[in-house]
């Protein structure tokens, strides 16, 4: 690659990017305007927003004990945490005077009060016994929850008409009462029903309404602490300790920092902006650069020029990725002033808020370095999403999804509780977003420093692979030469099934793949309940079964019989040299100590296995479920089923495209894919590479169901061995050591499989393809001339 | 000129497309020929006959299906970098940037064709000149007349000064006073030894240029040779009868060959003819 080329085409974009101006208001004007317009728009809300004053009326206000709770029309401010509250409540009474001040609407519902009041006090007293009920934990308390929920229907109703958010019912003599109490404790008293109210006050609210809530709220927390007090004037009066209530009294202490604070907020922002930020500012200049470029006509001017295709998607990427970068960056710079700007406002104004500052230089350098990879993979994804579009306005189509995916890893990744596991961290989007928050957090560096190097790792890696991706559009000629041409679905469907191939196509590959998953998530659900749901173990294999065959042998059969003139070729179905069938035996014994260690040894990186899959497991070792079923359920259904799918339908179509490797890598993603739990997907995947040079050497699907099934079959049978066999035979002794869950292969036994497996591996992954599948699609190149000199009969 | 060796060489070069509603589509079938240096070589054929795809595959944009091409003595397929240092290539396709000014477009090009600064300056100033372009040098590429756009076209073929020029159909779109500036730049380059492929459909272009012609049609080759050969070999008046008796030959025997389709009568030749010369 010439970077002369790369930086000719790279300052050629960027100056083209710059001098056109939706482009300069994306990225740079819209920033640095929208964030500051929109917290001055906030700021206004905030000042014209009063928050409405909300009505209590209290029934026989003059019966509530000292200390006082209400004075001229407002709760006392020094019941209220903040005084200011203390304006946000009106407080109507029925006392005389007031009672002559009332409008007409509120004097007409205090009249309504007045002949409820009965039925209310039955409420009361009701609502009082299921309390009572619920702390002695006393079983009979349906019953009267019951004849509780009746009750409170019927008043309900009536409520949500009343002029009134919340209603407080004071009991007759209620003053007279508690002040007895006081006298009677204050005597010596201590147990009996005298010490005990008659009856207690009445707080009526709703809390579907969200004025009502709000009121009750405030009222509650009023009325507490107007409690409390009462409660300290009983305590005084009875000679007792103010300590009382409260005996052990833990000290809280909050040592949060107000900076640490703000770093809590900035947390979740900034990875959260960076991400959308980051394929929003990629996307825009991407499309441009590919699909407008093919849309002007200049894209053929580049393409005879003597840049290689290499050098002119590279050129264009760096563009992309330094416009992504400089969005996303701009972006957070701008929230971070304003929010820091508005926070200071704010403070001035009295509200106790504390000063948001800005992220330290440290974390500052760090959202810097994490924006590097996350621009490039989105820069490099959109590139390739643009080199595909036809048009700008067919590119455009593809932003959403891009972005909702985006979305999606980034909202997983703010939830709270999701924290950077080794697992987590080489994740796309996740890995990076995680990262940053842990960081913004303050978390300590040393603890990150194995995660922070995974994340760029394996960002890097994600990026170099989406740039790939790219740079492998803009060198397929259908992709760069699309026509324009009008869709007919009649003729396509028509074409579809009448005019069949004799192998699936690499789209109706991929469809099956899709249509695998749909099976597997719209069926997921009622699987699991199923399973969980299970009476006994043969039920569980049996669903295996079921799972198995509906939701990837059926659309991988389906499609070869209804789109494929050659189902049996499609699928692989017939013979092959019994050299394959030897391997297809033997591999698997080598490979499974090998597999098992792995797994073992990559055992930290991985999440818990779910509970569902726990059960399955706990089926298969199960020693209550017949042998059989248990081959049946683990080795041989998987084995047919999962073949038929990924080495018959798909790999057939896949390998299509006389690109063998690229699409044994392929199947085989997919086929770990639909493992769906971390472990089996990476386990899957590695093995679905093994099982696709075999398909693809020999040409037939039967090595690979062999493999698959002797596989399988020796973990079924590891797992249901009997626990003491390996202390009685002292055969096994060199193989195996440990028992049971503890069972691990010895060194000695893995390095001999190791050193069977290398050239065995090698020998499948750099031989030829079987001829069959040559002869029939000439690759384009020379290149698979000197395959051919060593090619495999069928 | 016939004792120098041929600058581009093409032989039995294939394309095969697959299209969804047509199936695998042949746009060009063992196509062969031979141009040299000093000599505009004409191919002549009606729209979608393969004229593009074949120099498309001569740009290296496209790679063969089957077949071999060689320019300058570079295989297209395999050494496509250094054909594409001495080819200078213009078609419809090839816009121009509309962010760039006429100066900095072909600047750019120069550079990447890897022009030392010095001596591309120079060779701007010198282009600029000739081509008369030197009152819109500044202009953006958006503001630019067709014409304007055209010489800059031109002027970026040419800025590496390359033996080998391809032009497909140039003067498409354009109107008669910048479709003569285009012809006369194009005869001018001959003079200079360049070698040229030139791709049309308008037969006047072809008598007052070319040297020799291929005429294609249905990505095959009818016939090619120099202009009054073909004419006398084929016993007809002029080169446009000529076209049109080849194409009418021609789709008769493939309808012939054809089973469903019923065949054209042979009386209809001459309303054929005047019917096709309508839709050129």
């Given at each position: 690659?010439?970077?002369?080329?790369?930086?000719?085409?790279?300052?050629?974009?960027?100056r083209?990017?710059?001098?056109?101006?939706?482009?300069?208001?994306?990225?740079?004007?819209?920033?640095?305007?929208?964030?500051?317009v929109?917290?001055?728009?906030?700021?206004?809300?905030?000042?014209?927003?009063?928050?409405?004053?909300?009505?209590?009326?209290?029934?026989?206000?003059?019966?509530?004990?000292?200390?006082?709770?209400?004075?001229?029309?407002?709760i006392?401010?020094?019941?209220?945490?903040?005084?200011?509250?203390?304006?946000?409540?009106?407080?109507?009474?029925?006392?005389?005077?007031?009672?002559?001040?009332?409008?007409?609407?509120?004097?007409?519902?205090?009249?309504?009060?007045?002949?409820?009041?009965?039925?209310?006090?039955?409420?009361?007293?009701?609502?009082?016994?299921?309390?009572?009920?619920?702390?002695?934990?006393?079983?009979?308390?349906?019953?009267?929850?019951?004849?509780?929920?009746?009750?409170?229907?019927?008043?309900?109703g009536?409520?949500?008409?009343?002029?009134?958010?919340?209603l407080?019912?004071?009991?007759?003599?209620?003053?007279?009462?508690?002040?007895?109490?006081?006298?009677?404790?204050?005597?010596?008293?201590?147990?009996?029903?005298?010490?005990?109210?008659?009856?207690?006050?009445?707080?009526?609210?709703?809390?579907?309404?969200?004025?009502?809530?709000?009121?009750?709220?405030?009222?509650?927390?009023?009325?507490?602490?107007?409690?409390?007090e009462?409660?300290?004037?009983?305590?005084?009066?009875?000679g007792?300790?103010?300590?009382?209530?409260?005996?052990?009294?833990?000290?809280?202490?909050?040592?949060?920092?107000?900076?640490?604070?703000?770093?809590?907020?900035?947390?979740?922002?900034?990875?959260?902006?960076?991400?959308?930020?980051?394929?929003?500012?990629?996307?825009?200049?991407?499309i441009?650069?590919?699909?407008?470029?093919?849309?002007?006509?200049?894209?053929?001017?580049?393409?005879?020029?003597?840049?290689?295709r290499?050098?002119?998607?590279?050129?264009?990427?760096?563009?992309?990725?330094?416009?992504?970068?400089?969005?996303?960056?701009?972006?957070?710079?701008?929230?971070?002033?304003?929010?820091?700007?508005?926070?200071?406002?704010?403070?001035?104004?009295?509200?106790?808020?504390?000063?948001?500052?800005?992220?330290?230089?440290?974390?500052?350098m760090?959202?810097?370095?994490?924006?590097?990879?996350?621009?490039?993979?989105?820069?490099?994804?959109?590139?390739?999403?643009?080199?595909?579009?036809?048009?700008?306005?067919?590119?455009?189509?593809?932003?959403?999804?891009?972005?909702?995916?985006?979305?999606?890893?980034?909202?997983?990744s703010?939830?709270?509780?999701?924290?950077?596991?080794?697992?987590?961290?080489?994740?796309?989007?996740?890995?990076?977003?995680?990262?940053?928050?842990?960081?913004?957090?303050?978390?300590?560096?040393?603890?990150?420093?194995?995660?922070?190097?995974?994340?760029?790792?394996?960002?890097?890696c994600?990026s170099?692979?989406?740039?790939?991706?790219?740079?492998?559009?803009?060198?397929?000629?259908?992709?760069?030469?699309?026509?324009?041409?009008?869709?007919?679905?009649?003729?396509?469907l028509?074409?579809?099934?009448?005019?069949?191939?004799?192998?699936?196509?690499?789209?109706?590959?991929?469809f099956?793949?899709?249509?695998?998953?749909?099976?597997?998530?719209?069926?997921?659900?009622?699987?699991?309940?199923?399973?969980?749901?299970?009476?006994?173990?043969?039920?569980?294999?049996?669903?295996?079964?079921?799972?198995?065959?509906?939701?990837?042998?059926?659309?991988?059969?389906?499609?070869?019989?209804?789109?494929?003139?050659?189902?049996?070729?499609?699928?692989?179905?017939?013979?092959?040299h019994?050299?394959?069938?030897?391997?297809?035996?033997?591999?698997p014994?080598?490979?499974?100590?090998?597999?098992?260690?792995?797994?073992?040894?990559?055992?930290?990186?991985?999440?818990?296995?779910?509970?569902?899959?726990?059960?399955?497991?706990?089926?298969?070792?199960?020693p209550?479920?017949?042998?059989?079923?248990?081959?049946?359920?683990?080795?041989?259904?998987?084995?047919?089923?999962?073949?038929?799918?990924?080495?018959?339908?798909?790999?057939?179509?896949?390998?299509?495209?006389?690109?063998?490797?690229?699409?044994?890598?392929?199947?085989?993603?997919?086929?770990?894919?639909?493992?769906?739990?971390?472990?089996?997907?990476?386990?899957?995947?590695?093995?679905?590479?093994?099982?696709?040079?075999?398909?693809?050497?020999?040409?037939?699907?039967?090595?690979g169901?062999?493999?698959?099934?002797?596989?399988?079959?020796?973990?079924?049978?590891?797992?249901?061995?009997?626990?003491?066999?390996?202390?009685?035979?002292?055969?096994?002794?060199?193989?195996?050591?440990?028992?049971?869950?503890?069972?691990?292969f010895?060194?000695?036994?893995?390095?001999?499989?190791?050193?069977?497996?290398?050239?065995?591996?090698?020998?499948?992954?750099?031989?030829?393809?079987?001829r069959?599948?040559?002869?029939?699609?000439?690759?384009?190149?020379?290149?698979?001339?000197?395959?051919?000199?060593?090619?495999v009969?069928? | 000129?016939?004792?120098?060796?041929?600058?581009i060489?093409?032989e039995?070069?294939?394309?095969?497309?697959?299209?969804?509603?047509?199936?695998?589509?042949?746009?060009?079938?063992?196509?062969?020929?031979?141009?040299?240096?000093?000599?505009?070589?004409?191919?002549?054929?009606?729209?979608?006959?393969?004229?593009?795809?074949?120099?498309?595959?001569?740009?290296?944009?496209?790679?063969?299906?089957?077949?071999?091409?060689?320019?300058?003595?570079?295989?297209?397929?395999?050494?496509?970098?250094?054909?594409?240092?001495?080819?200078?290539?213009?078609?419809?396709?090839?816009?121009?940037?509309?962010?760039?000014?006429?100066?900095?477009?072909?600047?750019?090009?120069?550079r990447?064709?890897?022009?030392?600064?010095?001596?591309?300056?120079?060779?701007?100033?010198?282009?600029?000149?000739?081509?008369?372009?030197?009152?819109?040098?500044?202009?953006?590429?958006?503001?630019?007349?067709?014409?304007?756009?055209?010489?800059?076209?031109?002027?970026?073929?040419?800025?590496?000064?390359p033996?080998?020029?391809?032009?497909?159909?140039?003067?498409?779109?354009?109107?008669?006073?910048?479709?003569?500036a285009?012809?006369?730049?194009?005869?001018?380059?001959?003079d200079?030894?360049?070698?040229?492929?030139?791709?049309?459909?308008?037969?006047?272009?072809?008598?007052?240029?070319?040297?020799?012609?291929?005429?294609?049609?249905?990505?095959?080759i009818?016939?090619?040779?120099?202009?009054?050969?073909?004419?006398?070999?084929?016993a007809?008046?002029?080169?446009?009868e000529?076209?049109?008796e080849?194409?009418?030959?021609?789709?008769?025997?493939?309808?012939?060959?054809?089973?469903?389709?019923?065949?054209?009568?042979?009386?209809?030749?001459?309303?054929?003819?005047?019917?096709?010369?309508?839709?050129?």
């Open positions: 690659m010439n970077w002369r080329n790369v930086k000719l085409i790279f300052l050629r974009e960027v083209d990017q710059l001098r056109d101006r939706r482009t300069l208001f994306m990225v740079a004007v819209l920033p640095l305007i929208l964030y500051p929109m917290g001055i728009g906030m700021l206004n809300m905030t000042v014209t927003f009063t928050e409405q004053t909300r009505t209590v009326l209290v029934v026989n206000a003059g019966d509530l004990p000292q200390p006082p709770l209400i004075a001229s029309g407002r006392l401010e020094r019941h209220f945490s903040s005084p200011a509250d203390s304006e946000k409540i009106r407080v109507l009474t029925d006392a005389p005077e007031d009672e002559a001040a009332l409008s007409p609407a509120d004097a007409r519902f205090l009249k309504e009060v007045r002949a409820r009041l009965p039925r209310l006090e039955q409420l009361a007293a009701l609502a009082d016994e299921v309390r009572a009920a619920e702390s002695a934990s006393a079983p009979a308390t349906a019953e009267l929850k019951e004849r509780l929920t009746s009750q409170q229907e019927e008043l309900s009536w409520f949500e008409q009343a002029p009134v958010q919340v407080l019912i004071v009991p007759k003599n209620l003053r007279a009462d508690v002040e007895a109490i006081h006298g009677r404790l204050a005597a010596g008293a201590r147990d009996g029903e005298a010490l005990e109210l008659p009856s207690h006050p009445i707080l009526l609210h709703n809390s579907a309404d969200e004025k009502s809530a709000i009121a009750f709220r405030r009222v509650r927390q009023a009325v507490d602490a107007w409690e409390r009462v409660l300290r004037e009983r305590l005084k009066l009875a007792l300790p103010l300590s009382l209530p409260s005996p052990v009294q833990p000290v809280a202490i909050d040592l949060a920092r107000t900076e640490k604070i703000a770093a809590n907020i900035w947390s979740k922002l900034f990875p959260a902006l960076l991400v959308i930020m980051s394929v929003t500012g990629a996307f825009y200049p991407a441009d650069l590919g699909a407008g470029e093919k849309e002007r006509g200049t894209m053929e001017t580049l393409l005879i020029s003597p840049a290689t290499h050098e002119i998607v590279t050129g264009k990427f760096l563009t992309v990725m330094l416009f992504s970068f400089s969005t996303a960056l701009l972006n957070l710079a701008s929230m971070g002033f304003t929010g820091q700007h508005m926070v200071a406002l704010r403070a001035g104004t009295g509200a106790a808020l504390g000063g948001m500052t800005l992220p330290t230089l440290t974390a500052v760090w959202i810097i370095l994490l924006a590097v990879p996350l621009a490039a993979l989105f820069s490099a994804l959109s590139l390739a999403f643009a080199m595909f579009a036809r048009s700008t306005k067919e590119g455009q189509y593809y932003l959403t999804p891009l972005l909702m995916v985006a979305i999606g890893l980034m909202m997983f703010m939830n709270p509780s999701v924290e950077l596991t080794p697992f987590y961290s080489v994740m796309p989007v996740v890995g990076p977003a995680l990262l940053l928050k842990a960081l913004l957090l303050g978390t300590n560096l040393g603890s990150l420093a194995f995660s922070a190097v995974a994340v760029i790792a394996s960002s890097l994600y170099v692979l989406a740039l790939w991706w790219a740079i492998d559009q803009f060198q397929r000629e259908d992709i760069l030469f699309r026509e324009a041409e009008r869709f007919d679905m009649r003729l396509w028509r074409h579809l099934l009448r005019e069949k191939e004799a192998i699936p196509s690499f789209s109706e590959a991929a099956c793949f899709v249509l695998i998953l749909l099976l597997q998530f719209l069926s997921f659900n009622t699987m699991r309940d199923q399973f969980l749901a299970a009476q006994h173990d043969g039920r569980v294999l049996q669903l295996q079964m079921i799972y198995l065959l509906t939701t990837v042998a059926t659309p991988a059969l389906m499609m070869a019989v209804l789109l494929t003139r050659d189902p049996l070729r499609t699928l692989k179905l017939r013979g092959c019994p050299k394959w069938l030897l391997a297809g035996l033997v591999l014994l080598i490979l499974q100590p090998l597999a098992i260690e792995l797994l073992h040894q990559m055992r930290w990186f991985f999440p818990e296995l779910p509970a569902g899959v726990e059960q399955t497991l706990k089926a298969m070792t199960n209550g479920v017949p042998l059989w079923l248990a081959l049946l359920a683990f080795a041989v259904a998987p084995a047919i089923c999962e073949e038929l799918a990924f080495r018959g339908f798909i790999l057939s179509g896949l390998q299509r495209t006389q690109r063998y490797r690229l699409a044994a890598v392929m199947s085989s993603v997919a086929f770990g894919i639909v493992h769906m739990i971390p472990q089996q997907v990476f386990n899957a995947t590695l093995l679905g590479l093994v099982l696709a040079a075999l398909a693809l050497r020999s040409g037939s699907l039967y090595p169901v062999l493999f698959h099934l002797v596989f399988n079959g020796t973990q079924v049978l590891m797992a249901r061995m009997p626990r003491d066999m390996t202390a009685e035979s002292g055969l096994l002794d060199w193989v195996i050591r440990g028992t049971g869950e503890q069972m691990r010895t060194p000695a036994c893995l390095a001999v499989c190791a050193v069977l497996a290398v050239p065995l591996l090698m020998w499948l992954a750099f031989g030829p393809v079987a069959g599948w040559r002869d029939n699609y000439p690759a384009e190149s020379g290149a698979s001339a000197g395959e051919e000199a060593t090619a009969g069928a | 000129m016939d004792e120098q060796a041929p600058m060489r093409v039995r070069l294939s394309k095969q497309f697959h299209d969804l509603r047509r199936g695998p589509v042949t746009a060009l079938g063992e196509a062969s020929f031979h141009v040299r240096p000093g000599e505009i070589f004409g191919l002549l054929g009606p729209n979608g006959a393969g004229k593009t795809t074949c120099l498309r595959i001569l740009s290296t944009v496209l790679r063969p299906t089957s077949g071999r091409a060689t320019v300058a003595g570079y295989d297209v397929a395999t050494q496509a970098g250094e054909v594409r240092r001495r080819i200078g290539f213009m078609s419809g396709n090839t816009g121009i940037y509309d962010r760039m000014t006429a100066w900095e477009l072909v600047e750019y090009y120069g990447l064709y890897g022009i030392p600064e010095e001596p591309l300056r120079e060779r701007l100033e010198n282009i600029f000149r000739t081509l008369q372009m030197n009152e819109f040098r500044d202009m953006l590429g958006s503001k630019m007349s067709t014409g304007m756009k055209q010489k800059v076209s031109i002027a970026r073929t040419i800025v590496h000064d033996p080998v020029l391809i032009f497909d159909e140039p003067t498409s779109g354009l109107d008669i006073l910048v479709a003569r285009v012809l006369e730049t194009v005869d001018a380059l001959r200079q030894g360049k070698c040229i492929i030139f791709s049309t459909h308008i037969m006047r272009e072809v008598e007052k240029l070319c040297d020799r012609i291929a005429i294609i049609h249905r990505g095959e009818l016939a090619q040779g120099g202009l009054a050969e073909l004419v006398d070999r084929h007809q008046p002029d080169i446009e000529l076209f049109f080849l194409i009418r030959r021609h789709d008769a025997s493939s309808d012939a060959a054809a089973t469903d389709s019923p065949p054209v009568p042979a009386a209809d030749h001459s309303s054929r003819t005047t019917a096709a010369r309508h839709t050129l």
